[in-house]
């Protein structure tokens, strides 16, 4: 089946600092890629959609300056928290589809931590 | 808008059934359900599509009514492993891939 492969599973970073983290397809190409955070024991807010090739997608509230999407090929997209805060310490989880009406398929998770 | 499901929390005995619902205030071109565990990703579980649809897998099953913008999930003779936290992820438009989640069912099943 689909897999899609999220790096890193956790970070723990200073405040201040920037943090990328990568989604890859393996077995698929994905031309678009959602992000999504997740805060403890509360449901996934889709945070934006990631087009290859284009500007990503921002949710309302979603600041794109500080959540730097990039969709650089068919199988990689990657976030880039900047200038973290501990405010935006959660649990980030991207996700990716094939063609046509087939499933979501979510990366592991990378559960960020600023300290 | 986010779709909301009922019940927030289940407590349920192994063997036992659950039915989780997922409701939208707008129209639905299709629901996804999950499960999540603690710590882990999201499992994708089923799609359903409009029309109506019904399908299952194992002892999972869930149906989607399309005129009530509804969708159920049926758990049948629940097994320790079923325990996590359900979400219903739903698109109303045709094959964006955008999913919009719910808030979540809680499903504990003890011994």
Redesign the interface.
């Known amino acids: 089946g689909a897999v899609v492969s999220?790096h890193p599973s956790w970070v723990i970073c200073k405040s201040g600092t920037s943090v990328k983290i990568e989604c890859r397809s393996l077995d698929f190409q994905a031309t678009?890629m959602?992000w999504?955070r997740q805060f403890p024991k509360?449901?996934?807010?889709?945070m934006a959609?990631s087009n290859e090739g284009s500007k990503a997608t921002y949710e309302q509230g979603v600041e794109k300056d500080k959540f730097l999407i990039n969709h650089a090929s068919l199988t990689l997209s990657t976030l880039t928290v900047t200038s973290a805060h501990p405010e935006d310490s959660s649990f980030y989880?991207c996700s990716a589809?094939g063609q046509?009406?087939s499933?979501?398929?979510?990366?592991?998770?990378t559960r960020l931590t600023v300290t | 808008q986010?779709p909301v499901q009922s019940p927030q929390a289940v407590i349920l005995r192994e063997g036992e059934d659950a039915v989780i619902n997922c409701s939208s205030s707008k129209a639905l071109y299709?629901v996804?359900w999950?499960r999540q565990k603690h710590g882990?990703?999201?499992?994708?579980l089923m799609?359903l599509?409009k029309g109506g649809e019904q399908k299952g897998h194992d002892k999972i099953s869930a149906s989607f009514n399309e005129k009530k913008q509804q969708s159920s999930l049926y758990l049948t003779a629940s097994q320790l492993s079923y325990s996590g936290t359900y979400?219903c992820?739903t698109a109303g438009s045709s094959?964006?891939?955008?999913?919009?989640?719910?808030?979540?069912t809680t499903l504990q099943v003890k011994p």
């Open positions: 999220q678009t959602f999504y509360q449901s996934l807010m889709l959609t989880i589809r046509g009406l499933p979501l398929h979510f990366g592991n998770g | 986010q299709s996804h999950y882990e990703a999201p499992v994708f799609i599509l979400f992820g094959n964006t891939g955008k999913l919009i989640f719910g808030q979540g």
